[in-house]
């Protein structure tokens, strides 16, 4: 693995600027086709992803939170709209009465299921299908890589620059 290094060359900033640039752009054209194909939102859809993706469509709602890298209050209301809308339940863990899970529900599971091909369609036209198998897995290597540096830090915890 690379070591981190002081990068302040034209280089660097074009890549972060232009990653910054692409990735809001993904995500905005996503978002805009997801919900105009589905009703959708893209932070929804992403929550009931990540519950179907887990063992009994539930997760404790720390764990969803840090998955979908939204804050627990933010997720609280996320949940309390899917439940409205009858795609999640909240429940109290059976381990920990304390703590409250989120889980899918049949209704959601249809609506997933729904979206889905309109999702993986969006994201086949603006950027899969752009790639080799190679970027592809330099991608999925590279985004992995920020989750796993990004998810446990707290936003304000950059380092200050240099002078």
């Known amino acids: 693995m690379a070591t ?43 929550v009931l ?24 209050s933010r997720l609280s209301h996320l949940v309390d709209r899917l439940d409205q809308r009858g795609w999640v339940s909240r429940l109290p863990d059976p381990a920990d009465r304390r703590v409250h899970l989120a889980r899918l529900n049949d209704t959601g599971r249809k609506a997933l299921a729904e979206a889905a091909p309109w999702h993986a369609a969006c994201a086949r036209s603006r ?24 998810a446990d830090r707290p936003p304000l915890a950059a380092p200050r620059p240099a002078e």
């Open 4 to 46: 981190p290094t002081a990068r302040s060359d034209p280089t660097a900033e074009h890549a972060m600027r232009a990653f910054l640039t692409a990735a809001r752009l993904l995500s905005e054209q996503l978002g805009q086709e997801l919900r105009r194909e589905s009703g959708m939102l893209q932070i929804h859809y992403e």
């Open 49 to 72: 992803a990540h519950l179907a993706d887990s063992p009994g469509n539930r997760l404790r709602m720390t764990e969803l939170a840090h998955r979908t890298g939204v804050s627990a």
């Open 127 to 150: 950027l899969l299908d752009h790639l080799s198998d190679e970027q592809l897995g330099h991608l999925k290597e590279i985004s992995e890589l920020l989750l796993d540096r990004l």
